[in-house]
């Protein structure tokens, strides 16, 4: 594991602009609600306090503290160990399915769960009948042809110049992004990132424009982790913080604190890459386990020695159990949508 002077830490930083909105800070201001809001300066102070453009943080929640609906499905991810990738074959899977398949099996959101897909990521391909969107088509006609697949090339400066010269009304007239990215051979995914259908250049866009190259981001493997939790709370303070770390070994920050602390003890999410999921952890998340904990309060939870313990002693795995609950007792979003739907379906038991 390569490590950086602990200078580096503060210029790491200030570069977070851009780290991802994740489903535990939209919860947490949702939680605030307006007047909490209000008291730490407004949504702006917050996305400043957490390294996110104020414009971003924004397109998924109200100064009132109201998500947006990108917002709650991000929400409703948190905490769930997800890698799964949207095939081929689950497309046409799902398009020969129909509608009313698709709500037998509990909707596109517990499809997604059963295919541990982000369901925000799925839902960009398909809608909730099953029929392909755009970029579902694309991905249908790309990687279902070797010969279409193999013809692919990288979107270059040129081809963004071109696009852009064209403006909103010139890329509807020639069919939208997705003709465009037919046309010159290159994924629709990949140009989507670089430049939007009103031919206004994205962050990607602009850097491949000015002839910089994307930084390489590497995998979170096993060793560092291993290594950082090694190393213990005073290694990785020795060694810059947790971003000064991150950077150095090219790696996504926001993900990297996905899987370890900066005390170098690993999250639920952590625990189950490097060691697999504990198979005693057989109990699913009930109304009646959600009653029982929430009962606890923060000093019962505390007294049986944190959330994951409580998860442990009851036989559910503790990081399914901290997608439905705070280690205060609180219920998350997903917690209070259980309940209510229990409560509704028992008349209020």
């Known amino acids: 594991m390569s490590v950086q002077p602990r200078s580096a830490a503060p210029n790491a930083r200030r570069s977070g602009r851009g780290r991802k909105v994740t489903g535990e800070l939209l919860l947490r201001i949702e939680a605030l609600g307006a007047s909490g809001i209000a008291a730490k300066g407004g949504i702006g102070r917050i996305a400043d306090a957490h390294g996110i453009a104020r414009s971003t943080l924004r397109t998924y929640v109200s100064k009132c503290g ?5 917002a709650s499905d991000r929400a409703a991810e948190t905490g769930r160990f997800r890698t799964g990738k949207v095939t081929v074959g689950l497309l046409r899977a799902l398009e020969k399915m129909g509608p009313q398949r698709i709500k037998s099996r509990g909707g596109l959101r517990a499809i997604a769960r059963d295919e541990g897909i982000p369901f925000r990521t799925l839902k960009g ?11 579902g088509r694309a991905r249908l006609l790309d ?3 070797p010969a279409r697949l193999a013809a692919k090339v990288p979107v270059t400066p040129e081809l963004l110049r071109s696009i852009e010269g064209l403006g909103e009304s010139g890329i509807r007239a020639a069919g939208g992004l997705g003709a465009l990215a037919d046309r010159h051979n290159v994924f629709l995914s990949s140009l989507r990132s670089h430049i939007n259908g009103k031919g206004v250049l994205g962050h990607l866009g602009k850097r491949l424009m000015k002839g910089e190259r994307r930084a390489r981001i590497s995998k979170i493997s096993n060793e560092l982790l291993r290594d950082l939790e090694a190393l213990g709370p005073q290694g990785i303070k020795a060694a810059g913080g ?20 900066c005390r170098g003890q690993l999250t639920p999410v952590g625990r189950v890459r490097l060691y697999g999921v504990d198979p ?11 009653r029982e904990i929430q009962a606890l309060g923060k000093h019962g939870i505390a007294s049986e020695g944190g959330l994951d313990a409580v998860a442990s002693k009851r036989r559910v795995a503790p990081h399914i159990l901290r997608h439905y609950v705070t280690s205060s007792g609180t219920l998350k979003q997903p917690g209070r949508v ?6 509704s379906n028992n008349g209020g038991a």
């Open 125 to 135: 391909y398909v809608d909730r009948y099953g029929k392909p969107s755009v970029l």
């Open 280 to 290: 005693s952890h057989t109990t699913r998340v009930t109304p009646t386990l959600l």
């Open 143 to 145: 990687h279902g042809d």
């Open 338 to 343: 259980t309940m209510a739907r229990f409560e």
């Open 66 to 70: 109201k998500l947006y609906s990108e």
């Open 242 to 261: 947790l971003v000064a770390v991150a950077t150095a070994n090219h790696v996504a920050f926001d993900t990297l604190r996905s899987y370890i602390d």
